[in-house]
C-alpha cells in the first residue's frame, strides 16, 4: 500500500472513531438531561405530597380539637369517618362473601388493591358508596334493599365482571381464578352467590338535574294531589337524599353518567319518602316505584307491602350528611380529608412509577458511559498502533 493511501485509510479511520465517540457523547447528554427532567418531576411530587400531608395532618388535629372538645363538655357526635370504618367493619363480618373480600383488600393493601387487574375496576360495595343524613334513613334504606344488595359489587365496565369470576370448559366456577381463587388466599373463601352491579350497563336516569346543585340531584317531579299540593307528608325521594363524595360525583362511565342517575337510580328509581305510615298509605294513589316512611313503613309496589316489627340491619349506609349530628364545616372537613388521602395515593402512584422510570435512566446512562470509556480506551489503543 502507497503511503498516501495508507495515510487516507488512518484518517478515515480516525474520522469515523471521532463522529462514533461523538454520537456517543451525545446519547449521554441526552440521557444527563433526561435524569435531571425525572429528578426535577420527583423533587415536584415529593413537594406536593409533603404539602398533602401537612393540610391532613393540620385538619385532623383541629377534628381532633373539636372532638376532645365535644368529649369534654358531654355532647357528642359521630364523625363521617368513624361511621365510614363501622361500615366496613360490619362488612368484614359477613363471612364467606365477596363483600368482604373486596373490603379487606382495600383495607390491608389500599392503594395495590386499586391496582391489581382484579380489583382495579371495582368501584365498592353499594353499602359504602352513599351517605345519609341519620340513622333512621340509613336504617330504612338499607332494609329497603336487603343485606344482598347492600353487600353488591360495583363493577365500572363489564370487564371488570368478567375478572371476577372465571369458568372451566365444562362451564364449572374455577376456583382458582377470580375472588374464588383470591379469597382463600388471604383467609376469605368465597361461598354462595354475590351480586354485581355494571355501571355501564345500567339504564340511566333520563332527565335534568336540579340546577345549581353541587350533588347533581335528579330533577324529579314530586307526586301531586288535585289541588296542586304535593302529599302530606311526603319528604321526597330516596335517590336525592345521598350525599356522594367528589370523587363519585365527577363522571364514572364511558357515557358520562354518575353514581346518582345510574347506580342509586337503579336501586330506588322515584321511591318516595313519608313521615308516617299513615301519610305514605294515604298517597297510594300518587305512588308508582314504592315508598318508605321514617316511622318503618315499606311499600315496594302499590301491590306489596311489608308488614311486621323493623328487623336488625347489619350493614347500613354511613352517616354523614344535612341534619347529621356534625356542623356542616366539620362534615366538610372530614370529606376533604378523604379527598386528599385519595389525592395522596394517586401521588404516591406517581411518584413509584417516576422513581422507577428515573432508576432505568440511570441504569442508561451508566451502561453508556461505561461503553463511551471502553470505546475511547479502545480507540487510543488503536491510534497508538496506528502511529506506531
Known amino acids: 500500500m502507497m503511503d498516501g493511501e495508507y495515510k487516507m485509510e488512518n484518517s478515515s479511520k480516525v474520522e469515523m ?23 426535577d418531576n420527583l423533587k415536584f411530587l415529593n413537594s406536593q405530597m409533603n404539602n398533602v400531608d401537612e393540610s391532613i395532618l393540620d385538619m385532623q388535629v383541629n377534628l381532633g380539637r373539636y372532638h376532645s372538645s365535644h368529649l369534654a363538655s358531654g355532647s357528642c357526635g359521630t364523625s363521617l369517618l368513624e361511621t365510614e370504618q363501622r361500615t366496613i367493619q360490619n362488612i368484614l363480618k359477613q363471612e364467606k362473601t365477596a363483600a368482604g373480600i373486596i373490603c379487606q383488600l382495600k383495607v390491608r393493601h389500599g392503594l395495590q388493591a386499586s391496582k391489581l387487574a ?3 375496576d371495582v368501584l365498592g360495595v353499594v353499602a359504602t358508596l352513599g351517605k345519609v343524613m341519620d340513622d333512621n334513613l340509613s336504617r330504612l334504606f338499607s332494609e329497603y334493599l336487603g343485606l344482598e344488595t347492600m353487600l353488591a359489587i360495583v363493577c365500572k365496565t363489564y370487564e371488570g365482571v368478567k375478572v371476577l369470576e372465571k369458568y372451566d370448559k365444562e362451564g364449572m366456577i374455577d376456583k382458582n381464578a377470580g375472588l374464588h381463587g383470591l379469597g382463600p388466599s388471604i383467609g376469605r373463601p368465597l361461598d354462595g352467590r354475590f351480586i354485581v352491579f355494571c355501571l355501564e350497563n345500567l339504564r340511566p336516569f333520563v332527565g335534568d338535574f336540579i340546577p345549581d346543585d353541587p350533588q347533581r340531584k335528579l330533577a324529579l317531579i314530586n307526586p301531586k294531589l ?3 299540593e304535593s302529599p302530606p307528608g311526603f319528604m321526597g325521594f330516596a335517590v336525592n337524599m345521598f350525599y356522594l363524595d367528589h370523587m363519585h360525583l365527577s363522571c364514572l362511565t364511558g357515557s358520562g353518567h354518575g353514581l346518582r342517575e345510574t347506580l342509586f337510580y337503579s336501586l330506588f328509581s322515584r321511591l318516595q319518602v313519608y313521615k308516617t305510615r ?17 316511622d318503618g313503613g315499606i311499600m315496594k309496589s302499590n301491590a306489596l307491602f311489608y308488614l311486621g316489627s323493623r328487623r336488625h340491619v347489619d350493614v347500613k349506609f354511613p352517616i354523614g350528611y344535612g ?16 379527598l386528599l388521602n385519595w389525592r395522596r395515593e394517586r401521588l404516591a402512584e406517581d411518584i413509584k412509577r417516576e422513581e422507577a422510570v428515573l ?3 440511570k441504569n442508561s446512562f451508566s451502561v453508556q458511559k461505561q461503553e463511551l470509556k471502553n470505546y475511547l480506551t479502545r480507540s487510543a489503543f488503536s491510534r497508538q498502533t496506528l502511529n506506531a
Do not use: R, W
Open 17 to 39: 472513531v471521532e463522529t462514533y465517540s461523538q454520537k456517543l457523547e451525545d446519547d449521554l447528554k441526552k440521557l444527563g438531561l433526561k435524569i435531571k427532567h425525572h429528578e
Open 118 to 120: 382484579l380489583t382495579k
Open 226 to 228: 288535585p289541588n296542586g
Open 278 to 294: 299513615a301519610d305514605m298509605q294515604h298517597a297510594i294513589p300518587y305512588i308508582s316505584d314504592g315508598a318508605v316512611s321514617l
Open 323 to 338: 341534619a347529621s349530628s356534625l356542623p356542616a364545616n366539620i362534615v366538610e372537613v372530614e370529606e376533604q380529608i378523604k
Open 359 to 361: 432508576s432505568d435512566v
